[in-house]
């Protein structure tokens, strides 16, 4: 989940690393896993301040401008490939660090190849997920539906795409939300829950996959405390 710490870098103070000022880079702190902070950065910025080959994420082995124990997610990356990157850089990180293992080998024979049981991994995940959902009716709860829609019922297939896993209690899904949009509803923006949208199965949220990874973690806590209210019967403009 989220952490709200304040990195020196965040203000207006600057951070040397050897001859590099980190300034502005960094954006949002995520968590520490092995001994890692992971960081959301500027991507941007990197690219046009550090390095030009800057993408999708780096650790302290890979780039001499990344600090020691911290790996970085680009913010240009969209949700879905986060959980992905934060696991290739953790271990490319780890190859090179503890058994002297080059850059090219580490990358490919660590990151990318553990990036690829991961994807198949989720691939049985979603495939089990829809073989098993049922079909659900249309619309938003409370909202009045046109008489030939009301007993409609849609099917979810195709619409899941990653499982990130439980957050207070809820299984937190990323989905297509191109798909949402365009076969179920056409409002869906950003995220959902299953006390707003009809769609939604029971304990359930769901995160468009449009989304970047820096917006995806404010949408997440969004919508569990927007849950949260309804669910104590709060209506959906006061959550």
């Known amino acids: 989940m989220l952490s709200c710490k304040k990195h020196p870098a965040c203000s207006r103070l600057y951070r040397e690393s050897g001859r590099v000022k980190l300034h502005d880079i960094y954006r949002v702190h995520l968590a520490r896993r092995q001994g890692q902070d992971i960081w959301i950065v500027d991507g941007a910025r990197v690219v046009s301040e550090l390095y030009p080959a800057f993408i999708m994420g780096g650790n302290d082995q890979r780039y001499r401008f990344n600090p020691e124990n911290e790996v970085?997610?680009?913010?240009?990356?969209?949700?879905?490939?986060?959980?992905?990157?934060?696991?290739?850089?953790?271990?490319?990180?780890?190859?090179?660090?503890?058994r002297g293992w080059s850059y090219d080998r580490a990358h490919s024979e660590g990151g990318l190849e553990r990036e690829k049981q991961l994807r198949l991994r989720q691939?049985?995940?979603?495939?089990?997920?829809?073989?098993?959902?049922?079909?659900?009716?249309?619309?938003?709860?409370?909202?009045?539906?046109?008489?030939?829609?009301?007993?409609?019922?849609?099917?979810?297939?195709?619409?899941?795409?990653?499982?990130?896993?439980?957050?207070?209690?809820?299984?937190?899904w990323i989905v297509d939300g191109s798909r949402v949009r365009r076969d179920i509803h056409g409002d869906f923006c950003f995220g959902g829950h299953d006390k707003k949208y009809r769609f939604i199965p029971a304990g359930e949220v769901w995160l468009d996959a449009a989304m970047s990874v820096e917006e995806a973690w404010f949408a997440l806590i969004q919508e569990l405390v927007e849950r949260d209210v309804m669910a104590g019967g709060g209506a959906y403009d006061v959550a």
Not at 73 to 98: P, S
Not at 132 to 151: F, I, N, S, T
């Open 72 to 98: 970085w997610i680009d913010n240009r990356i969209g949700i879905e490939e986060f959980c992905y990157t934060v696991q290739h850089e953790l271990i490319e990180r780890k190859l090179m660090r503890e």
């Open 123 to 172: 691939k049985r995940l979603v495939a089990r997920k829809e073989a098993a959902v049922l079909p659900m009716p249309l619309g938003e709860y409370g909202e009045k539906l046109p008489k030939d829609k009301r007993d409609v019922r849609v099917s979810l297939r195709g619409i899941y795409r990653h499982y990130l896993g439980k957050h207070a209690g809820l299984a937190v």
